[in-house]
């Protein structure tokens, strides 16, 4: 039984909140408004996201202590704070990689729009007889 109330509950859906605002924001800006300041503010939510999940790791290995003190189970604590490490290390590492890469990213801009009024044609199968 958990001493923390709807505290953990609250921290979680949070968190999954802010991973998919982050997914889907990068995703726009990385295919529709790539300037530098829309790529600046995501490399900022990014690292900003990363340091969030480092610190909830330091607290839930806080919380790992206090429950081992009151003799209750702390496997739940462990793996989500085991989560949240990899997952501020994933999130460092791509801020690291965007920030190594911005000038080629803001070089070369994706547009989803069509140029030319093509239509799409399936490739043709081979007929095997």
Same mark, same amino acid.
């Given at each position: 039984m958990s001493s923390r109330g709807g505290t953990e509950a609250f921290v979680s859906l949070w968190s999954s909140i802010v991973l998919l605002v982050l997914c889907v924001g990068g995703t726009v800006i990385m295919r529709k408004f790539q300037s530098s300041v829309a790529v600046g503010f995501f490399m900022g939510s990014v690292v900003a996201a990363s340091q969030m999940f480092l610190l909830m790791f330091l607290i839930l290995f806080?919380?790992?202590?206090?429950? $081992?003190?009151?003799?209750?189970?702390?496997?739940?604590?462990? $793996?989500? !704070?085991?989560?949240? =490490?990899?997952? !501020?290390? =994933? =999130?460092? !590492?791509?801020?690291?990689? =965007?920030?190594?890469?911005? !000038?080629?990213?803001?070089?070369?801009?994706i547009s989803v729009e069509e140029e030319d009024d093509v239509a799409y044609e399936a490739p043709k199968r081979l007929s095997v007889v």
């Open positions: 806080g919380y790992i202590e206090d429950r $081992l003190e009151n003799d209750l189970p702390v496997d739940g604590e462990r $793996l989500n !704070s085991f989560v949240c =490490l990899v997952q !501020s290390i =994933l =999130l460092g !590492s791509f801020a690291a990689i =965007l920030a190594a890469h911005r !000038s080629e990213i803001l070089d070369q801009k």
